[in-house]
């Protein structure tokens, strides 16, 4: 049994929560553009009155993968900050299998504002048609990309760090792990972060709250499970850049900020992967959001900033 970071009570919901609309379950691939297209709209209508676009200046730009695909990448830079800046690659959530830098485009707004960070958002392919690594890889080459680049961007090439919520999240864990003796990450931030696909270790959250887009599916052909449009046959889910709490060694890694949902079948990856990572002798902060669910980092609850504040701080 691992330890949790800290205690959760695994209360219930709070009243104010409101879990709709639901744009996971039952998701098809080949409805992705009209469902994010939606998913945008909704989360630029409710974050609207709290717009921080006077004080940041975004744009599209394209980094080269691997294997030549031209991978699109939001930018956001804070207007009024001098001198060189830190770097956030940040990389949205959305089970690896849907969401854009469009859905998520408040986040990093808010910290490019808030913590003076320029903050790359990557729009990395996703699965099934790109699955496991492709998409990680796609991250880590805009990683490189940033490092590789960074006075022309006007960025602290020792001040960059990674961060990402839910499958982001695993991407941040998973890029560290890569990138131990590579580019030096300052800082991560996992944001209610999947870590553990494994099946093996007992988690509480898991059992008293239902998984994100888990409501029945009563069609006759079930959909696949988005780790099964993730994965490939055969791939092994002890693999540490597809669970990383299975890494043994966890030393020398960046100091850790972690934003857990209280009611969150996530929320015991994160918390037993804090207390791994500060066992092995890293720097952990590790924030319990009490009442709030998966994916709060998206809607305007007083959590929500709260939450984006503590990152944003620890950025700076």
């Known amino acids: 049994m691992y330890r949790t970071f800290l205690q959760s009570e695994y209360g219930p919901l709070d009243p104010k929560v409101n879990l709709e609309p639901d744009f996971f379950t039952g998701f098809k691939p080949e409805n992705r553009k009209a469902i994010t297209d939606r998913e945008a709209a909704f989360y630029h209508s409710i974050t609207d009155p709290y ?9 599209y ?13 939001k930018v956001y830079r804070p207007l009024h900050a001098t001198g060189k800046r830190p770097a956030l690659l940040f990389l949205h959530g959305g ?14 707004s ?18 099934p048609e ?25 960025v602290n090439a020792n001040a960059i760090s990674v961060g990402g919520d839910s499958s982001g999240g695993n991407f941040t864990a998973a890029l560290t792990l890569l990138e ?5 990450i300052d800082k991560q931030v996992l944001i209610y972060p999947a870590l553990d696909f494994t099946g093996e270790i007992p988690k509480r959250a898991a059992e008293v709250y239902a998984p994100v887009g888990s409501a029945p599916d009563s069609s006759e052909d079930p959909e696949p499970t988005f780790l099964e449009r993730y994965l490939n046959p055969g791939d092994d889910l002890h693999n540490v850049l597809i669970s990383p709490l299975m890494e043994k060694d966890l030393s020398g890694l960046p100091k850790a900020l972690f934003i857990q949902a209280e009611c969150d079948s996530l929320c015991d990856d994160g918390l037993m ?14 924030k319990l959001y009490k009442g709030m669910p998966h994916a709060f980092i998206l809607r305007t609850y007083e959590e929500t ?11 700076r």
Do not use: M
């Not at 730009?61 to 990448?73: E, L, M």
């Open 51 to 59: 717009s921080v676009d006077d004080q940041i200046q975004k744009s």
């Open 61 to 73: 730009i394209t980094v080269t993968a691997r294997d030549g695909y031209s991978i699109p990448v």
């Open 95 to 108: 089970g690896f299998i849907t969401c854009t830098p469009e859905t998520h485009d408040y986040v990093p």
């Open 110 to 127: 808010y910290l490019s504002a808030k913590a003076g960070c320029v903050c790359y958002s990557p729009d990395y392919r996703l699965a």
């Open 130 to 154: 790109a699955k496991f690594p492709v998409g990680l890889q796609d991250c880590q080459d805009v990683l490189h990309w940033i490092s590789d680049n960074a006075d022309a961007e006007g």
């Open 180 to 184: 131990r003796g590579g580019i030096a």
């Open 273 to 286: 992967y804090a207390a791994r990572l500060q066992d092995a002798g890293n720097q952990v902060i590790c």
């Open 305 to 315: 900033f709260a939450a984006l504040d503590e990152i944003a701080a620890f950025l």
